[in-house]
């Protein structure tokens, strides 16, 4: 068996043997209601995926609408075999008989937007930083507290930042074993985690590197090609960026937790697919074999460690699939009470399309949708 064969066998073992409530979601019928949805972003890296997700999953939609800038407006898109024009996003009554609005168009654009996309009750699950924080918005990753997309005063639900989503799938399973203290660690994250146009760019400067010609650098601080960016937005004055504290701050609204997580966050030079290597210091220790069975049954990950056979998940293999991939869980040798794990992901879909799809098919479920 060739390894990449391996590593489809146990992807897929692990899917069957999983006990994922959200596969669950799949069994029930839940597709016969009919729903008005609207992605705000509809060209961009996310909501291209959303178009993906929504037909893959048979998602219950009996209009769809799709909205962007003065850039896309009149672009057509193919969903399930029926083309849709892109609408320019407006100060309007747009949004009045949508049901749910997927948002990926940004932080500026979701906060003047907002008020225009909830206001005859559409559910806004919104993909940027613009509402994470605040205390009337809920912060959701089902997996860890899909109860809290139901208390959403402004109807405003909020999709976490995608580095984190990630990491909190995996370590909520080792945290019902024993509460997490204290988290370390430092992401890889994949070009397109800054956008369709940042993913362009990573391949034109590969390609004017090959053809000899000056390389042009907009979306990232520095040349990617070639090269690791410690850097993944803006600093803080305390010397980490806004990606990092968001790992700190999200973490701990999500978990309901008071883990500390101190945060690295670096862009390599993969296209898609974030990487991730974490540490935890638990309350109790927990060993390997504890770790490896909670991860392999816990929702929305995929344990994917035989490093003896050189495997452990990479973004060239996790891009494209639904789970987080889980390898290299080892003891630390320098704490009783720390773990050390790798993690990859599609950071464009579980960390954002899928997230918030996920998000809305659970509010169906429990029939909180208006
Ligand atoms: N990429 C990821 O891995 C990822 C992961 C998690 C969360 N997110 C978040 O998701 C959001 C979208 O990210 P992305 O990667 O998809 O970015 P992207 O590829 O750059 O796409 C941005 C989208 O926003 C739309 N947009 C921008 N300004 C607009 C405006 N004023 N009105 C209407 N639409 C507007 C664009 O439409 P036009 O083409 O018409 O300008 C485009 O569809 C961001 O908030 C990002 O932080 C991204």
């Known amino acids: 068996m060739t390894q990449k064969n391996y590593l489809n066998l146990k992807f897929d073992n692990a899917h069957h043997l999983k006990k994922n409530y959200l596969c669950t979601l799949k069994h029930i019928n839940i597709y016969t209601i009919k729903m008005k949805v609207a992605i705000v972003g509809a060209s961009g890296a996310v909501g291209q995926e959303f178009l993906r997700i929504l037909a893959e999953r048979n998602f219950p939609i009996d209009e769809l609408v799709l909205f962007g800038s003065q850039r896309s407006a009149g672009t057509k898109y193919t969903f399930r075999g029926k083309e849709y024009e892109v609408k320019l996003l407006q100060h309007n009554d747009d949004f009045k008989g949508v049901d749910i609005a997927f948002a990926s168009a940004g932080a500026s654009t979701s906060k003047e937007f907002a008020a225009d996309i909830t206001k005859y009750g559409a559910v806004m699950i919104d993909n940027s930083s613009a509402f994470r924080m605040d205390d009337d918005v809920p912060l959701v990753v089902p997996e860890c507290n899909a109860e809290d997309a139901l208390n959403r005063p402004r109807g405003i639900i909020a999709n976490p930042n995608c580095t984190t989503i990630m990491m909190v799938v995996v370590l909520q399973p080792l945290e019902n074993i024993s509460h997490i203290k204290r988290i370390h660690v430092s992401s890889y994250q994949s070009a397109s985690g800054a956008g369709a146009a940042a993913m362009a760019e990573l391949e034109q400067q590969y390609k004017d590197i090959v053809d000899g010609n000056p390389v042009t650098v907009k979306k990232f601080p520095h040349q990617l090609a070639y090269?690791?960016?410690?850097?993944?937005?803006?600093?803080?004055?305390?010397?980490?960026?806004?990606?990092?504290?968001?790992?700190?701050?999200?973490?701990?609204?999500?978990?309901?937790?008071?883990?500390?997580?101190?945060?690295?966050?670096?862009?390599?030079?993969?296209?898609?697919?974030?990487?991730?290597?974490?540490?935890?210091e638990t309350e109790k220790p927990i060993s390997v074999e504890e770790a490896q069975k909670a991860i392999a049954a816990a929702p929305g990950c995929t344990l994917v460690d035989d490093p003896a056979n050189l495997v452990y998940p990479m973004p060239l293999e996790t891009a494209g699939k639904d789970d987080v991939f889980v390898g290299r869980v080892r003891k630390d040798i320098s704490d009783d009470n720390g773990l050390t794990l790798w993690l990859s992901g599609d950071q464009i879909r579980k960390g954002a399309a899928l997230n918030a799809v996920q998000i809305a098919e659970y509010l169906i479920k429990v029939g909180n949708v208006k």
């Not at 999200?250 to 974490?278: N, P, Q």
Request: charged content about 25%; aromatic content about 8%; glycine content about 2%.
């Open 227 to 280: 090269n690791v960016i410690p850097q993944i937005d803006v600093f803080q004055p305390n010397g980490y960026t806004k990606e990092e504290m968001k790992m700190y701050n999200e973490t701990r609204k999500i978990m309901h937790t008071d883990a500390k997580c101190s945060a690295t966050c670096v862009r390599v030079s993969s296209l898609r697919s974030h990487s991730e290597s974490v540490w935890i």
